[in-house]
């Protein structure tokens, strides 16, 4: 049998809202061609109350689905246990079977497909409520086992304690662990173990320069082919500045990004600046220009604990409170983003108190709203 493997769809995704559905729905179409079972391994949603808008999309793409979809909730759809979480409305909405702590079985020209779902709960439980769930696991006689998870794991995430390991995995009896959470596509175990990643852009990462798709699972010859599904192209790259000026580094983002973009005008870019600046000036004195889906990682001036002292005492000669610095952070931080508030205010309620805060926060709501 096949079975296609996608996961964290993010749909409704703030920053890239139309790709989160446009690249979920091409995996999806992809999927049932190929595929006699879809797995989709959580964080279908990107929030926990997802807009009605969002709802509809989600309940459109799944119904178009032509296989089987089994699913399971991820961290990102996770409410209290008596709550009612946007997956379990979509499994109600569409023929999506949502399993959270039990199993349900494919059957195809004689073949058994086996899938027992658990979706995310808190890291430091997942080892325990794994357990518990699976004392009511049973596997069918000559069915193909898969386990199907939400969550971190231990030898995946660097000065993690608390998550699942791959050890304690690869000895439980399931011929296959499909794994969500983790945005980047890889295979662990021989293959017995496999994370499809996101199918759309969340990280601004190096890693996600890599294709978005899907696994495609074959239980006879144990085999995972990615298939790539059409997405958006994404360019990490870093810029290194030595005692440079503002037009300098603005000269040569604008390069960067008119060279990308010649080849891929629809392309989402992050550039991480990094380096010295010229005597006097700061990193968050420096203003790039408003491109659209270009993100900038300024870490101009903030490598070395040198030049962070140096930057505090120019901040003293230039006769700057400490206070005056950090309405200047917060400035330029918020500028152009918030405009709810004046950031300078801000900082002199954040300083009076937390009540005194949010009261100044309503007030400036009513005004705007
Ligand atoms: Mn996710």
């Given at each position: 049998m096949k079975i296609a493997v996608f996961s964290d769809?993010?749909?409704?995704?703030?920053?890239f809202e139309e790709d989160s559905y446009i690249q979920a729905e091409r995996a999806i179409a992809s999927a049932s061609e190929k595929a006699d079972l879809i797995l989709c391994a959580g964080d279908?949603?990107?929030?926990?109350i997802p807009k009605l808008e969002t709802l509809k999309r989600a309940m459109e793409m799944f119904a178009k689905a032509r296989v089987p979809v089994y699913a399971i909730h991820g961290n990102h759809e996770r409410r209290a246990k008596d709550m009612v979480n946007p997956a379990q409305l979509l499994s109600v909405g569409t023929k999506l079977r949502l399993l959270h702590g039990e199993a349900a079985t494919h059957e195809k020209d004689g073949e058994k497909v086996q899938v027992f779902g658990m979706g995310s709960v808190p890291e430091e439980y997942a080892e325990t409520a794994l357990k518990a769930a699976m004392e009511g696991f049973r596997k069918e006689d000559g069915a193909f086992a898969i386990l199907m998870i939400h969550q971190s794991i231990k030898e995946l995430?660097?000065?993690?304690?608390d998550e699942l390991s791959l050890d304690y995995l690869e000895a439980?009896?399931?011929d296959l662990i499909v794994n969500g959470h983790i945005h980047e596509t890889s295979t662990k175990l021989c293959g017995r173990f496999i994370i499809p990643g996101s199918t759309v852009i969340t990280?601004?990462?190096?890693?996600?320069?890599a294709d978005k798709g899907y696994f495609l699972y074959d239980t006879k010859t144990k085999k995972a082919e990615f298939v790539k599904i059409q997405s958006r192209p994404f360019f990490y790259e870093e810029l290194e500045f030595k005692g440079a000026g503002e037009m300098e580094i603005r000269e040569r983002i604008r390069e960067k990004v008119k060279e990308i973009r010649a080849k891929h005008p629809d392309s989402v870019i992050a550039i991480k600046i990094d380096g010295t600046l010229k005597e006097?000036?700061?990193?968050?004195d420096i203003k790039v220009d408003g491109y659209e889906h270009v993100f900038v990682e300024n870490r101009l001036n903030v490598g070395s604990l040198t030049a962070k002292l140096e930057r505090i005492r120019s901040s003293r000669e230039a006769n700057l409170s400490m206070r005056d610095v950090a309405v200047k952070e917060l400035k330029a931080k918020t500028e152009g983003k918030?405009?709810?508030?004046d950031s300078t205010e801000l900082f002199e309620k954040l300083v009076v108190g937390p009540d005194e805060t949010m009261e100044y926060l309503e007030s400036r709501n009513k005004k705007k709203a």
């Open positions: 769809p993010h749909l409704g995704y703030a920053r279908i949603f990107d929030t926990k995430i660097p000065g993690g304690d439980l009896p399931f990280q601004l990462k190096k890693d996600e320069m006097g000036l700061s990193g968050s918030i405009d709810r508030f």
